[in-house]
């Protein structure tokens, strides 16, 4: 099957009123949009993995995608803060009271030995032995147990105090190895003899022990207290984790299994978070989308087409997101995000795309981690684009919007700029941004004009741009009329005025009802002459042929100026204004006139009915009354604004009464409304002339 028949099937697949108007259809492009949108930008949601060893080289540049804490880093600066916190003591009085006690023991026995006479030397340094502590050297025992009473109650004194003075304070398990030298150096303050400077140093150095008591509950607590009051230290968003080509250390390794991009499992979190945050998002434009007003409700092609633009702003994101993630930090200020606001407001209308400028934010804030400065400045870009483009009237209007998105642009970059309190950004990084914002609406704008045909011609669209091109005079069509039906070409522009006038007061689509009257009647081509705006003589070829042959040739220029549109591949609208424009009226003329030829009456009118249908739309159904009113005010040998008045309530009202406007939306008051138009219209047209005189007559008066 060649390209063309393909497209041939699409568009009767696409046209096919089964299609536009199924629900299950519907449904499925909601769902599709669904799946298509979170298809797209999963993996710009979910951070990029890396699986990068220790000693490697990086290829890439690494910067965080999000704030959180450096564990490692962190850890080691509690670590050494915990180091810095001494061992918790406590001083016990009970190790002095027990040193005193020893001396006191050892002291006490040797006065009352040295007074016992009946003991022999041997027998008091046993005794002496028995209850000396255990560092006491056998030579002090000797030299103690022959000393007099006087002699070591002086001693015991000596030692007393020295023991006082040595574990009245703290005493730890280092002032231990150098019991000696503190003990010699106390005794500097007493007159002793050679022999009681030894005794009392070995005494007291025997009975010397740590005072400080380890209290390992509260060396943990303090530990853990100065661990707390450590700071967390923070891997801050857009931090250079590696360099490309830096070396990839332990510390890099723990900072990109901190901000989750070490190669690992998926992130499920995410992964269920943002297939929650599309259902959302579609659901509720969707509830929208069906909440609107009849008259402007998107049928299944529409919403096809919606669901294409929401596509091509999601791969447009998608790719802005691995641009940003390879290096370019800059990137998102020249993705042309109102693209996608701008193509709604053209080919749907100005309200949906302004509701579409929030989805597409929406979406921009879920690939670039919810960044304040790109979600404010995607949905001004995209507000202000489709607003913009709202009427268009020419190509040069996509120029202009993209313009207009530029200014804004770069308001929205430097409003971001000065709202940062920690901005850190250099004058060279805002004067790229700048320079990005401004190249973002022109860029814009060229993709639209760019896009825009495919969209035309894949579905038929009838936008402003393509009306504004068949409405030029040199399309083959129009020209086919003008030069081989000249009447008719009068009355269509005439018909077009007409319709637009009414349109824009009864909220239809004037360039619609426009461009639609221009092309309603282009089957009169193929017979122009059996038609009486194109007979330029009296002779009038239906007198010379029967009735219904008459009925005949006038009711198929409906049906072969439908041919000739479809051909020349005008869009749908336009179409249906050809086919409708005369619904299934009668043709009262040649209807009395078979009547009155007939002798056996079997004459019926609805034989000399057009085969319709009848118009379902406002755009169809203007058409059809102004293509009524041109030809009635046209024939009328005097119109006085009170008789055209008169004239256009009555065909109003015989439409009404025939049921041709009985499947549109057209309102009673619409249709008075528009009675209001089209007299000031046809006033201009058929307004009243002088009479000039004579030229000839008085060129001969002056001759004489």
């Known amino acids: ?73 962190t850890e080691e600066a509690r670590q050494e803060a915990m180091a810095h916190v001494p061992k918790q003591y406590v001083q016990s009085p009970a190790v002095l009271e027990q040193a005193l006690q020893q001396i006191d023991e050892l002291y006490n026995a040797a006065i009352s030995e040295s007074t016992d006479k009946s003991l022999s030397q041997a027998q008091r340094i046993e005794s002496l032995q028995s209850i000396a502590p255990k560092g006491v050297s056998m030579a002090t025992l000797q030299a103690l147990s022959t000393l007099s009473s006087q002699d070591v109650g002086i001693l015991q004194s000596v030692s007393e105090r020295i023991v006082k003075e040595l574990l009245g304070v703290p005493f730890y398990s280092d002032s231990l190895q150098q019991a000696s030298l503190l003990v010699d150096r106390q005794m500097l303050n007493y007159d002793l003899n050679r022999v009681s400077r030894l005794i009392v140093q070995n005494v007291v150095s025997s009975v010397l022990k740590p005072n400080m008591i380890y209290q390992k509950q509260a060396t943990e607590a303090a530990r853990e207290a100065a661990a707390k009051s450590v700071a967390n230290i923070m891997i801050h968003q857009g931090d250079v984790i590696v360099a490309k080509n830096g070396i990839v250390t332990n510390s890099v390794q723990s900072e990109l299994m901190d901000v989750g991009l070490y190669s690992g499992h998926p992130n499920f ?63 998102p200020f020249l993705m042309p995000i109102s693209l996608g606001a701008m193509l709604v407001s053209v080919m749907m209308d100005g309200s949906l795309a302004g509701v579409t400028s929030f989805y597409f934010s929406f979406l921009v804030a879920a690939a670039f981690g919810f960044q304040f400065e790109y979600v404010l ?40 700029h000065f709202m940062q309190m920690d901005n850190g950004a250099s004058f060279h990084d805002l004067s790229v941004h700048l320079g990005l914002a401004l190249l973002n609406g022109v860029l814009s704008a060229v993709l639209v004009m760019g896009i825009l045909p495919f969209f035309e011609t894949t579905f038929g669209l ?50 619609i009802c426009r461009v639609g009257a221009y092309y309603h009647d282009v089957g009169k081509t193929r017979r122009p002459m059996f038609f009486v705006e194109n007979q330029m003589t009296k002779e009038n070829p239906h007198e010379k042929i029967a009735p219904s042959l008459s009925h005949l040739i006038i009711t198929s220029h409906v049906t072969d100026g439908l041919v000739m549109l479809q051909r020349a591949g005008l869009p749908k609208p336009i179409q249906d204004i050809c086919a409708t424009h005369h619904g299934t009226t009668i043709l009262w003329y040649f209807y009395n006139k078979a009547k009155e030829m007939d002798k056996n009456g ?34 009328m040998a005097r119109p006085t604004p009170n008789r055209v008045e008169g004239v256009i309530r009555k ?54």
């Open 462 to 511: 009838l936008t402003a741009i393509r009306l504004l091109e068949l409405s030029n005079p040199n399309h083959p069509l129009l020209r086919k009329v003008l030069l081989e039906a000249p009447g008719t070409y009068h009355h269509s522009l005439i018909v077009g005025n007409l319709a637009e006038a009414a349109a824009e007061l009864v909220g239809a689509d004037p360039l």
């Open 1 to 73: 099957m060649t390209t063309s028949k393909w497209y041939m099937v699409l568009r009767r697949i696409l046209d096919n009123p089964d299609f536009r108007a199924s629900k299950r259809i519907r449904l499925a492009i909601y769902m599709l949009m669904v799946i298509l949108v979170y298809a797209i930008l999963l993996s710009s949601v979910l951070p990029p993995k890396y699986h990068l060893a220790v000693g490697q080289v990086s290829p890439v540049t690494i910067r965080s995608p999000i704030t959180t804490v450096n564990t490692q880093a």
């Open 602 to 635: 079997t004459v019926r009118v609805d034989d000399f009915r057009y085969p319709g249908p009848k118009p379902k739309t406002r755009e169809c159904a203007i058409v059809m009354i102004c293509d009524a009113i041109e030809a009635a005010v046209r024939s």
């Open 269 to 331: 979190g995410i992964v269920f978070g943002f297939a929650l945050y599309v259902i959302l998002s579609v659901g509720l434009l969707a509830a929208y989308v069906e909440r609107r007003d009849p008259r402007r409700r998107l049928d299944n092609l529409m919403l096809l087409v919606l669901l294409i633009v929401f596509v091509l702003v999601s791969i447009l994101i998608a790719l802005t997101k691995s641009v940003v993630d390879s290096g370019p930090s800059a990137a």
């Open 651 to 704: 065909i109003i009202k015989d439409r009404l009464q025939d049921g041709q406007l009985d499947e549109c939306d057209l309102t009673l008051q619409d249709l008075d409304v528009m009675v209001s138009a089209f007299m000031k219209t046809l006033k201009g047209i058929y307004h009243s002339r002088i009479e000039y005189p004579d030229i000839d007559k008085l060129r001969k008066e002056v001759g004489k």
């Open 377 to 416: 400045y995607s949905f001004i870009g995209s507000l202000v684009g489709a607003y913009s483009v709202g009427r268009v009237t020419s190509r040069s209007t996509f120029m202009r919007a993209g313009f207009l998105v530029s200014g804004v642009n770069v308001i929205s970059v430097l409003a971001t």
